[in-house]
């Protein structure tokens, strides 16, 4: 990802890290960009920011007052794309097209104007101040009307109606749908998009249709961020072109479909899980990237205490039994098992996984691919591990009872069972299972261990400042104050490294119990959740919220995370 303007002149000393963050702040006011918001304070001047942005991106400055406007040239781009990204065309050779940029790095303003104009963008840098006093030259806003009577006429057949989205997408010939997909200009920008993700380690990118908007938002660290807005025109032609590279049917717009994209990013070769879903609209995707670098596999690293570590390693360690992880969906279940599968995955051990979908190879374990439509379910294929004689079981999720009740039988004849199962937390889960039909007395004898988790946002590092628990916050959150008293509280202020965010990263808070006999003896009377909840801490259980208010007083993470991921528990 290229750094921000703002950043790139603070770091190279032209101006302060506190006049950035006045700069940032009159911003969010005026909606200028961060170049004229330096040069509106005084910050900079109009010269000095052209000269260091010509020498930061290699690319010459052109002084404005020195061109002549051409009407043919002007004519090649709107007034629209003209103002919204402050851009003018200077020159027109051949397939090339001269554009005065006030900011060179603005991905988004080239292949906007490449794909409107169908010629390849070479930029100059230039003063926004000359920029804007073209545009607002040749570019007029609103233009006036010297007489009204011409319209007069018009004005019976004049009507507002609602636009009909569906019949306007069945309007569009296949054979343009195919050339919007392979033109240059949507090549580089679905290739940024994807690239820039990879490098901010965003685990979605999602594009998104309304009536009058493109909306492209990434999920970093759990929470969507939006990070462009193409125009809405080119709705057809992003989405054409991540069909084809998924090798999906393009002229299929009526119902969802699931694709795969492998890509290489610099050294990394990224997975991207496609899934494409029609709306009112146009198609709403979602790309998955799966990147297996990032993957952590040593479970020291995935936010574990010491305590409840050893506890969960010690389950997963059974020659025999399940072991439950559970959360909502994002809360890095999948990463947990995998961990797990990597510290078990020996020569003298047979392990077979069932999932859906594969999210990563892991070498020396036998990963199997549900599918539904045909009939292939979790339910289906723990049948047919069972014949082959395995040490290990990874179910990637019991969603039913015919599963769940197969992988009681599996754990209860000498296998170990790994899965996961969607409960807010570790004693309620016994509870679900009941509810889907086991037995208590083959729930008891069949479980090792259940863990619940989340995933908070991780405060970073080079902004970390001290603060003050708000008194008000405390009580609102149900958290006693003497939980934190004598110690230090952190939030992040907010700087490049994070975009701004104050976080960066995240850790798992988790809650780990093991099925020990007096929890047996309570799921053998079917006692309530509330019951079992109180049995374990007696035994030494945290809860989630133990585990996240530890991070707090480690300076990991905020209060506000934990109220974000623990209020409703």
Excluded: W
Excluded at 100 to 110: E, F, G, T
Excluded at 194 to 205: F, M, Q
Excluded at 490 to 505: A, I, L
Aim: hydrophobic share 40%; charged share 30%.
């Amino acid at each position: 990802m290229r750094e921000k303007i703002g950043t790139m002149l603070a770091k190279a000393k032209i101006i302060t890290e506190e006049q950035l963050q006045g700069a940032l702040e009159e911003q969010k006011k005026t909606g200028d960009k961060i170049g004229s918001t330096l040069i509106n304070l005084g910050y900079i001047e109009a010269e000095t920011l052209v000269d260091f942005l010509s020498k930061q991106f290699k690319i010459p400055p052109i002084k404005l007052d020195e061109i002549k406007a051409d009407a043919a040239i002007i004519s090649l781009i709107g007034s629209e794309l003209a103002h919204r990204y402050e851009v003018f065309p200077v020159k027109k050779n051949g397939k090339t097209l001269i554009l005065a940029m006030s900011n060179p790095s603005d991905i988004y303003a080239i292949v906007d104007v490449s794909f409107n104009t169908g010629l390849d963008i070479h930029p100059r840098v230039a003063s926004a101040l000359d920029i804007k006093k073209l545009i607002n030259k040749h570019y007029p806003v609103v233009r006036e009307l010297s007489s009204i009577k011409e319209f007069e006429d018009e004005i019976d057949e004049f009507e507002i109606v609602e636009p009909d989205a569906e019949e306007e997408e069945e309007q569009v010939d296949i054979s343009q749908l195919e050339a919007y997909g392979k033109s240059a200009p949507v090549i580089k920008l679905v290739n940024f998009l994807v690239t820039d993700a990879v490098k901010r380690g965003v685990s979605d990118i999602h594009i998104e249709p309304y009536e009058r908007l493109l909306r492209v938002r990434f999920r970093i660290d759990g929470i969507l961020q939006e990070v462009m807005s193409p125009p809405i025109r080119m709705k057809m032609a992003i989405v054409s072109r991540v069909k084809i590279m998924a090798n999906l049917n393009i002229s299929e717009r009526r119902i969802p479909q699931d694709g795969r994209i492998n890509v290489r990013v610099g050294s990394k070769v990224i997975d991207l899980r496609v899934s494409v879903i029609p709306t009112i609209y146009g198609e709403k995707v979602v790309m998955r990237i799966l990147d297996k670098s990032s993957l952590m596999l040593d479970m020291k690293d995935l936010g574990f205490e010491e305590n409840a570590l050893r506890r969960f390693i010690q389950a997963i360690e059974q020659p025999y039994g399940i072991v439950l992880v559970t959360g909502p969906t994002g809360s890095g279940k999948s990463t947990t098992l995998y961990s797990a599968l990597s510290r078990l995955n020996t020569k003298e051990v047979q392990i077979i996984t069932a999932e859906d979908p594969v999210e990563y190879n892991l070498k020396g374990i036998n990963q199997v691919q549900i599918n539904e439509d045909i009939g292939f379910t979790f339910a289906k294929a723990l049948r047919s591990f069972l014949r082959q004689s395995p040490n290990i079981i990874m179910v990637g999720e019991i969603r039913d009872t015919e599963t769940a009740e197969i992988a009681v039988r599996a754990a209860l004849t000498g296998h170990l069972v790994l899965s996961t199962i969607h409960t807010n937390d570790a004693p309620s889960t016994i509870n679900r299972l009941v509810d889907m039909g086991i037995k208590p007395f083959m729930v008891a004898a069949s479980l090792n261990l259940i863990q619940a988790q989340r995933l908070v946002r991780k405060i970073c590092t080079e902004c970390r400042e001290e603060i003050e628990p708000d008194p008000l916050l405390l009580k609102e959150a149900n958290i006693d104050p003497e939980q934190l008293e004598g110690q230090k509280v952190y939030y992040g202020k907010g700087c490049s490294r994070c975009n701004q965010s104050g976080y960066k990263g995240r850790i798992a808070i988790t809650e780990v119990l093991p099925i020990s006999p007096g929890i047996r003896e309570l799921i053998l009377q079917n006692a309530p959740a509330a019951s079992t909840r109180e049995r374990a801490r007696e035994e030494g259980l945290n809860t989630l919220r133990d585990d996240a208010l530890l991070k707090v007083r480690k300076g990991i993470t905020t209060l506000e995370e934990v109220i974000r991921e623990t209020a409703s528990l």
